[in-house]
């Protein structure tokens, strides 16, 4: 097959397309802790077939649900394999790519006109024993935990009415509630939201639906104690331009961020918008919290303008990434005072892929880690992911004190988000686990699984698993200790 010549489709985005299982890997350096035992779920975007429309985006690829299971014995078992939608049964079975331009069902082949088009390749998520794999465009697809094969399209039990489901849902840590949303729920470009949360046995309790003030790309949002927060960019659907075979989001520099905030378990009536700087984009909220004098405030990553390149191209921004500007911000909804204002307070440098304890969830909280890029560049950054270049560095902040510390990755190392596990010891931040990838020639790469103390980044990894097969760039991941792993096959 010949793919493009972009970065979609190179380094380490070249795609791999091979379903793999490896079995009894074991570290290279260092020990693997007592404490991480359980499976590393990663979502990883691979395309079956070449596209047909160019440019593309690698936000088009084909979704793979890659299993990193850490067993007791000590060893590493790493499993990948793809999430067979329709769209990826259609186009397996022609043997070639029938979807068009991203997300616009009017450049299909005509053979598709009615085959649900998501790729489910964003988010695994893991609730209730029950593993789903997510994209924000259409349905959840739920997937055997233990064999990784595609179950179906999820719909809660047949009562969801969304036609489509977040790529980030949010659990309270104290109910084991999944509180969840989803945009352009009625259809193509539509500024109506569905949210609804499930018990903490996963049955649906109550989906409510709103307009929104613009189809937004709403790619994450945030709970706290008592509030649902959704963060709406400005970068839009409109429903002309897709059926022109247009793009389907448009940035627009001239339009205020808006941001949503409801009863967590209320009523949609009751939701109040907030108004933020014109034209800035941000695509992951580490937390939110409230303080005792009404306020709310919401950390998440920021850039001047829209962060995905195809986006910009499509918006005719032209902005090099070097100069996306921005940072890790917090931003304050005062919900006892009139107005829509929203202070902004800077909290660190540019990054994203943020993460946080479970326990932290919509509290108050300590510390979080994210992923950068080192400021003293040590060669050109390693080429890969859904914006074309790699991170180098791993990042610590400290809310009590204001304190950034980090660990920058080696000269031609890059590497991807990172999960949270707990640490059984009292006080102990746990560990921070994620893939770096190694660029050893041209086109040449190893691969590994690095796991760090969260506590003590400076230090660098404590241990190092290689994974000897090419991997591609995973996009988001989820941590599942082994005692609910097991709890859900015994059930």
């Known amino acids: 097959m010949s793919f493009p010549a972009?970065?979609?489709?190179?380094?380490?985005?070249?795609?791999v397309g091979r379903e793999v299982s490896i079995k009894g890997l074991k570290p290279s350096e260092g020990s693997i802790p007592a404490d991480v035992k359980g499976v590393f779920f990663r979502a990883v975007p691979d395309p079956q077939f070449e596209p047909f429309f160019?440019?593309?985006?690698?936000?088009?690829?084909?979704?793979?649900?890659?299993?990193?299971?850490?067993?007791?014995d000590g060893t590493v078992d790493y499993d990948i394999k793809f999430v067979q939608t329709p769209r990826w049964k259609a186009e397996n079975a022609a043997g070639k790519r029938l979807f068009g331009r991203y997300r616009?069902?009017?450049?299909?082949?005509?053979?598709?006109?009615?085959?649900?088009?998501?790729?489910?390749?964003?988010?695994?998520?893991?609730?209730?024993?029950?593993?789903?794999?997510?994209?924000?465009?259409?349905?959840?697809?739920?997937?055997?935990?233990?064999t990784l094969d595609t179950i179906g399209a999820y719909d809660f039990g047949g009562v969801l009415k969304s036609k489509t489901m977040t790529a980030h849902v949010r659990i309270d840590?104290?109910?084991?509630?999944?509180?969840?949303?989803?945009?352009?729920?009625?259809?193509l470009?539509?500024?109506?939201?569905?949210?609804?949360?499930?018990?903490?046995?996963?049955?649906?309790?109550?989906?409510?639906?709103?307009?929104?003030?613009?189809?937004?790309l709403v790619h994450d949002f945030v709970i706290t104690e008592h509030y649902a927060i959704f963060p709406l960019q400005p970068t839009v659907a409109d429903l002309g331009i897709v059926k022109a075979k247009g793009a389907h989001w448009i940035h627009h520099p001239e339009l205020e961020y808006h941001v949503g905030i409801m009863p967590l378990r209320g009523d949609v009536k009751d939701m109040r918008w907030f108004k933020g700087p014109k034209g800035v984009s941000s695509f992951h909220m580490m937390n939110a919290f409230e303080t005792p004098d009404g306020k709310v405030h919401m950390d998440h990553h920021v850039t001047d303008t829209i962060a995905f390149p195809h986006i910009r191209a499509d918006s005719g921004i032209d902005v090099p990434p070097q100069k996306l500007g921005g940072g890790f911000q917090r931003w304050t909804m005062d919900m006892a005072a009139e107005g829509d204002g929203i202070a902004v307070t800077p909290l660190g440098p540019p990054g994203d892929m943020p993460r946080i304890a479970n326990a932290d969830q919509g509290r108050?909280?300590?510390?979080?880690?994210?992923?950068?890029?080192?400021?003293?560049?040590?060669?050109?950054?390693?080429?890969?992911?859904?914006?074309?270049?790699?991170?180098?560095?791993?990042?610590?902040?400290?809310?009590?004190?204001?304190?950034?510390?980090?660990?920058?990755?080696?000269?031609?190392?890059g590497m991807s988000e990172t999960v949270h596990v707990d640490a059984s010891e009292p006080g102990h931040e746990g560990w921070l686990v994620?893939?770096?990838?190694?660029?050893?020639?041209?086109?040449?790469?190893?691969?590994?699984?690095?796991?760090?103390?969260?506590?003590?980044?400076?230090?660098?990894?404590?241990?190092?698993?290689?994974?000897?097969?090419r991997m591609r760039p995973q996009v988001h991941g989820w941590w599942v200790p082994m005692k609910d792993y097991l709890a859900a096959k015994a059930a």
Request: hydrophobic fraction near 35%; aromatic fraction near 12%; charged fraction near 15%.
């Open 104 to 146: 616009n069902p009017y450049t299909n082949d005509p053979s598709v006109e009615g085959v649900e088009g998501t790729v489910s390749n964003t988010t695994p998520i893991w609730h209730a024993g029950t593993l789903l794999m997510t994209k924000e465009d259409g349905p959840a697809h739920r997937i055997d935990p233990f």
């Open 6 to 15: 972009t970065l979609d489709y190179m380094g380490l985005n070249k795609p």
């Open 364 to 413: 108050a909280y300590k510390q979080g880690y994210y992923c950068s890029m080192n400021p003293q560049m040590m060669g050109p950054p390693v080429m890969g992911g859904v914006v074309g270049a790699m991170f180098s560095a791993l990042l610590r902040v400290d809310f009590q004190t204001g304190a950034i510390i980090g660990y920058n990755l080696p000269p031609a190392h």
């Open 173 to 187: 840590p104290d109910t084991q509630e999944m509180f969840v949303y989803g945009y352009e729920a009625d259809g």
């Open 189 to 216: 470009c539509s500024a109506t939201m569905a949210y609804w949360w499930t018990d903490k046995d996963g049955k649906l309790v109550r989906e409510q639906w709103f307009e929104a003030p613009f189809c937004s």
């Open 54 to 72: 160019v440019p593309d985006t690698a936000l088009s690829d084909d979704g793979m649900i890659s299993r990193v299971l850490f067993n007791e």
């Open 434 to 469: 994620g893939v770096v990838d190694h660029e050893t020639g041209p086109d040449q790469y190893e691969h590994a699984i690095w796991i760090w103390n969260a506590g003590n980044l400076p230090a660098g990894p404590v241990c190092k698993v290689p994974i000897p097969t």
